[in-house]
């Protein structure tokens, strides 16, 4: 299995909660709650 770095920025459409675009980056990505979170953290950098 490929590993990717991934990186994103943004803001958060009006109407749409975190929790609903955590859901569907978990979906899109196949990824469970935790590794979703992850994602989310600020000043997450390696």
């Known amino acids: 299995m490929a590993n ?8 958060i459409i009006a109407g749409t909660s ?3 675009v955590k859901a569907n980056v978990a979906r899109l990505f ?3 709650a ?3 979170a992850a994602l989310f953290r ?4 390696h």
């Open 18 to 20: 975190l929790a609903e």
């Open 42 to 45: 600020q000043n997450h950098c």
């Open 34 to 36: 935790a590794k979703t």
């Open 4 to 11: 990717y770095n991934l990186v994103f920025q943004g803001e």
């Open 30 to 32: 196949i990824a469970d």
